[in-house]
Nanobody, 125 residues
Framework: QVQLVESGGGLVQAGGSLRLSCAVS????????MGWFRQAPGKEREFVAA????????YYADSVKGRFTISGDNAKNTVYLQMNSLKPEDTAVYYC??????????????????WGQGTQVTVSS
């Protein structure tokens, strides 16, 4: 049973930083792609970042490119999302996800099979 548990969310001022963590159990995280998505109030869940199962390729939404970094720690079986220069529009519940297909690294919600419960990020202006 694959389980994902996010942590690290909180309240931060605009321009600040947060690092989200996603602890993976039930599998070794670097065997399948991992992704981060977010959902703001009244909006659909959207892609934020993803990392290939090899860890060699990363993908970002245009809105976070240059500010967010996805990475992983094999020893801790954890994937991270480092978020810098945060903006109020980054306020959302952030979810990590993984799937059962190594062939591609998805940027769409439907491409992922397992999801965490989410962690709230609030950026004040």
């Amino acid at each position: 049973q694959v389980q994902l548990v996010e942590s690290g969310g909180g309240l931060v001022q605009a321009g600040g930083s947060l690092r989200l963590s996603c602890a993976v159990s039930g599998r070794t995280f670097n065997t399948y792609p991992m992704g981060w998505f977010r959902q703001a109030p009244g909006k659909e869940r959207e892609f934020v970042a993803a990392i290939s199962w090899t860890g060699l390729k990363t993908y970002y939404a245009d809105s976070v490119k240059g500010r967010f970094t996805i990475s992983g720690d094999n020893a801790k079986n954890t994937v991270y999302l480092q978020m810098n220069s945060l903006k109020p529009e980054d306020t959302a519940v952030y979810y990590c996800a993984t799937d059962n297909t190594r062939a591609t690294t998805g940027v769409h919600e439907y491409e992922y099979d397992y999801w965490g419960q989410g962690t709230q990020v609030t950026v004040s202006s």
